[in-house]
């Protein structure tokens, strides 16, 4: 939850009476916020929370109050203020609106198409009439500086700029140029500088900017907005330019906000305007701006129209436990900022969501609404009419009680990443990558991910490359998850559990990793082929091994274990080549295993569809998972 601090002296003035500490931190509870801390300027500057010195700050008391990380209309002392007002009933919310510009021209915006190589949207809005002092100035930049830190993710989707109008002369442009091909003034800078010098400049001696310049260092043009002067007035998301710096003796102010996100640049346009026009010659009225996209589409921002919903009673009164009418429910939503009135008879309520609230998206937002302004202390406690009992899935008792046996056999659990490279997957096990088992990565932040992993055994060699130093035999395992393509799943994609195991020595000591599977299938329940017909007919079938050719394992020496007629996985010492890949200097046998067809959930069925053969091992409970689930419900006594 993002941290406001304000005023404490300036926020009681908003709101129109003194509050202590406790009443405050009560009122914020009420809200659905938290009084956080309460401080001075002078302790914060103490632990360098301020930009100011000592001699600077002084003693007053400063509220730091938590809010919602969606309440971007919160991230000021006048949204607080004003939030907080509605809420006790002693000020109507605003209605916002744009000013009647018949007969007026319009401030023009003109994007050029090279721009859809860097940051492609702009938006923009004209405050006309604003009267600053020191506290509403630090005010409106403390609200840019919250916003490029919340909503607009480090400026990477969002950049403000903010311009005296008096200083630059519309129509403006918004352009993408080579760097060098830029040069103006910037904020806080007495000298000319061109783009690319800027930013150098910025990386060696601004802490605070030198974070957002590799945002846009790479690119072949910077974008970059003009007035009908060629003055510019912002590198964006950088800096703006010192001639059209704002002041306490600003009285028109031009807003932009360029963007890789546009349904995000119009909620923080939205936000600004919505906060600061209340100090305009005409509250609450902000003056459009005609934009012109770079197909030639032309668009008025900002837009403060209220959107349109309706929630149903009963489905509020169901999820609250309330009883209450659509008249009492408008009653409160209006203390939430919603304009609303009851429609549907009284079985709905329509509400106008203003543009301060771009945190009402669902009917369910609406709800927690109510919530707050009926109180939550004042919903009615009462028992769940409905019993329900948690339990360990099926799947994670069987993976528990494999975990303990291999263990138990020797073993050394690893738990590694469900991401991996492609070479990983495919090139470096010696199998072929056909497109359409596993699942890609869009967009890999590096190219150690780039798949899911479908096999385990890539990981557990992996690893044992990473600690060739280890003590010898070295004997790992992993019980988890390998991911495949499946059309049949609405994702497009399924999950595996599955067991592998990998034996290191000098020697390959293929039959230490074929007594493991031994050890496996016992606890399980399964016997081997041919070994006990009573207990087959029983299970319901048995497991064996076949020889196979897969290319990870070296030929002659690897079989593929068959289980219930169907492959449920392979063993084998691992190809030279494999472990080549993978600088392994000792020669590995692993094994890897799809445990699934072996569990089953609290009703004895297998959790595979038309797992055949696993029937009959249900019916009888085989093995220790169905044998644990049976003793959890009552069936096995001791």
């Known amino acids: 939850m993002p941290t406001v601090g304000v005023n404490r002296d300036k926020l009681f003035e908003k709101l129109g009476r003194t509050y202590t500490d406790e009443e405050f931190d009560q009122l914020c509870f009420e809200y659905g916020i938290e009084l956080d801390d309460v401080t001075t300027e002078k302790e914060m500057t103490s632990r360098g929370e301020t930009n100011k010195t000592a001699d600077e700050s002084s003693e007053d008391v400063v509220y730091k109050i938590d809010i919602p990380a969606n309440r971007y209309d919160m991230l000021c002392v006048e949204g607080i203020a004003r939030a907080l007002n509605i809420f006790r009933g002693t000020m109507v919310a605003p209605q916002y609106k744009l000013a009647d510009m018949k007969g007026k021209p319009l401030q023009q915006m003109v994007v050029k198409p090279e721009t859809s190589l860097v940051r492609p949207f702009v938006v923009c809005a004209v405050l006309r009439g604003v009267k600053f002092d020191s506290a509403r100035y630090n005010s409106f930049i403390d ?77 072949v043009v910077y974008p970059v907005i003009y007035d009908a002067k060629r003055t510019v007035l912002s590198l964006p998301p950088i800096i703006n330019g010192s001639h059209s710096a704002i002041s306490l003796n600003t009285r028109d102010v031009f807003i932009e906000c360029t963007a890789t996100d546009l349904t995000k640049a119009k909620v923080v346009l939205n936000t600004v305007c919505t906060m600061f026009s209340e100090y305009c010659e005409v509250p609450f009225e902000v003056e459009p701006v005609e934009v012109t996209d770079a197909l030639g589409q032309k668009t008025v921002y900002p837009d403060l129209d209220a959107r349109q919903m309706e929630v149903s009673v009963d489905a509020i009164n169901s999820l609250l436990g309330l009883q209450l009418d659509a008249a009492a429910m408008s009653t409160l939503l209006t203390k939430m900022q919603l304009h609303t009135q009851v429609s549907g008879g009284g079985k709905a309520v329509q509400l106008g969501v203003p543009p301060t609230r771009s945190d009402i998206l669902h009917a369910c ?29 099926p799947i994670n008792q069987l993976t528990e009680l494999l975990r303990q046996e291999c263990a138990m056999s020797g073993y050394t659990e690893v738990l590694t ?83 592998v195991a990998v034996y290191s020595n000098r020697e390959a000591s293929f039959e230490v990793i074929h007594g493991l599977l031994n050890r496996v299938m016992d ?98 409970g085989g093995g220790r998972a169905a044998h644990a689930a049976r003793r959890e419900q009552g069936d096995v006594k001791y």
């Not at 993710?153 to 403006?172: E, K």
């Not at 609406?366 to 019993?387: F, L």
């Not at 004997?475 to 988890?480: A, G």
């Not at 998850?481 to 559990?497: H, L, P």
């Open 365 to 393: 937002d609406v709800v927690e609404d109510v919530a707050i302004a009926h109180g939550y202390n004042n919903i009615p406690k009462r028992i769940p009419p409905t019993v329900t009992e948690g339990r360990e899935l």
């Open 417 to 499: 990443w469900a991401l991996c490279s492609k070479a990983e997957n495919f090139d470096n096990l010696r199998r072929p990558d056909d497109g359409k088992t596993a699942v890609e990565i869009g967009n890999p932040a590096t190219v150690e991910f780039e798949v899911a992993r479908t096999t385990l055994l890539g990981s557990a060699l992996k690893t044992l490359g990473a600690n060739k130093d280890a003590a010898l035999p070295v004997r790992l395992f992993e019980v988890s998850d390998v991911v495949m393509q499946c059309d049949s799943k609405d994702v497009g994609a399924r999950n595996e559990r599955r067991l």
């Open 523 to 620: 606890v399980l329940g399964v016997p081997y082929k041919g070994s006990d017909a009573a207990l087959e007919s029983k299970a319901g079938g048995s497991y064996h091994w076949e020889p196979t050719d897969d290319p990870c394992f070296f030929p002659g020496r690897q079989a593929k274990i068959v289980a219930f007629g169907k492959t449920v996985g392979v063993f084998g010492v691992v190809h030279p080549e494999v472990l080549l890949k993978f600088d392994i200097p000792y020669p590995v046998s692993a094994m890897e295993l799809n445990i699934e067809p072996f569990c089953f959930d609290q009703f004895y069925k297998p959790l595979i569809e038309g797992a055949a053969g696993l029937q009959g091992t249900a019916e009888r």
């Open 143 to 219: 609200l840019q500086d919250k916003l490029h830190q919340n909503l607009c993710r480090q400026r990477t989707l969002v950049a403000i700029g903010t311009h005296d109008l008096a200083t630059i002369q519309g129509p403006f442009t918004y352009e993408a140029l080579p760097p060098s091909e830029i040069k103006f003034v910037p904020l806080k800078q007495t000298r000319e500088f061109k783009a690319d010098e800027l930013l150098q400049y910025y990386l060696e001696n601004d802490q605070k900017l030198k974070k957002f310049v590799p945002i846009i260092k790479d690119s």
